[in-house]
């Protein structure tokens, strides 16, 4: 790998020597917030399907089909972009860690520099950071430099599968919420029940992923407040012109 100095090399790119606890929570927080919005896809999408098809006809059937249809379409897709998208993450992955396990049987000795020149840029003498390097590199060579370099965990790598599953379910979790509302309340209440919980469940998925990223909730919730109701609205008014002309 290029060789760090003192030059080019920051706190701000490299990892503190305590890193993987923080990095671990990043990564699970990550998830979370991925599952977060996942839901909110599911609420926004499905409403704006069920609620265009309530405007244009009061058929239970007919919302139905379209229902279960939008959520099955929609937790496929979701699964799919996520497994494609890991998979290609996991893949770099695995060629940076084979490139730095090659690197270490050819120049060991390029590798201990370099991993003392990692700690020497975090501010540790050199002393004492090739004293850490050495131990390092004497416990596990390999997991040193892949957490040290790349800030990645050898035996914890993203698993495609696991990804796609939880992208398909918090989408189908929150598909559920608008396709319930909608069908269990009667004909001439259906469309204002799904209207208010779907503004309510998006009010809380937006003040859940808001307060996970660290940003602003309220605006957080303005934005997919307003974001689901102009879906819905949309819809809406594309099902009465529907159900209107008979298309």
Same mark, same amino acid.
């Given at each position: ?12 790119? !490299?990892?503190?020597? $305590? #890193?993987? $606890?923080?990095?671990?929570? /990043? ?16 609420? %926004?999408?499905?409403?704006? =399907? ?31 972009? #996520?497994?494609?998208? %890991? ?8 060629? =940076? ?8 049987? #050819? ?8 991993? @003392? ?19 390092? @590199? ?5 997991? /040193? $430099?892949?957490?040290?370099? =790349? ?6 790598? @993203?698993?495609?599968? $696991?990804?796609?599953?939880?992208? /398909? ?9 608008? =396709? !319930?509302?909608?069908? !269990? ?14 503004? %309510? ?47």
């Amino acid at each position: 790998m290029a060789e760090s100095t003192g030059t080019d090399a920051s706190d701000s790119d !490299l990892p503190h020597p $305590h #890193e993987p $606890h923080d990095t671990s929570l /990043a990564s699970r927080l990550n998830w979370l917030r991925a599952g977060v919005l996942g839901a909110n896809d599911g609420i %926004v999408s499905t409403a704006g =399907l069920v609620v265009g098809v309530a405007a244009a006809s009061t058929e239970t059937s007919a919302i139905l089909t379209a229902g279960v249809a939008g959520l099955t379409a929609g937790a496929i897709s979701m699964a799919v972009g #996520e497994y494609v998208s %890991v998979s290609t993450q996991r893949d770099s992955e695995q060629a =940076l860690l084979a490139k730095e396990r090659r690197e270490l049987a #050819e120049e060991p000795e390029f590798e201990l520099a370099e991993l @003392t020149q990692i700690y020497r840029d975090k501010g540790l003498s050199e002393e004492t950071a090739r004293t850490v390097a050495l131990e390092l @590199t004497a416990h596990d060579a390999f997991a /040193a $430099h892949a957490e040290a370099e =790349l800030r990645l965990d050898p035996g914890d790598l @993203t698993n495609p599968w $696991h990804a796609a599953l939880s992208s /398909a379910v918090s989408f189908t979790l929150g598909a559920l919420l608008p =396709l !319930l509302a909608i069908l !269990l309340p009667p004909v001439s209440w259906r469309i204002p029940v799904t209207f208010v919980a779907v503004l %309510v469940a998006l009010a809380v998925t937006g003040s859940v992923s808001s307060r996970l990223g660290g940003s602003n909730p309220r605006r957080a919730v303005l934005r997919v407040v307003v974001g689901g109701a102009l879906a819905m609205a949309v819809t809406y008014g594309i099902g009465q012109l529907a159900g209107v002309s008979g298309i």
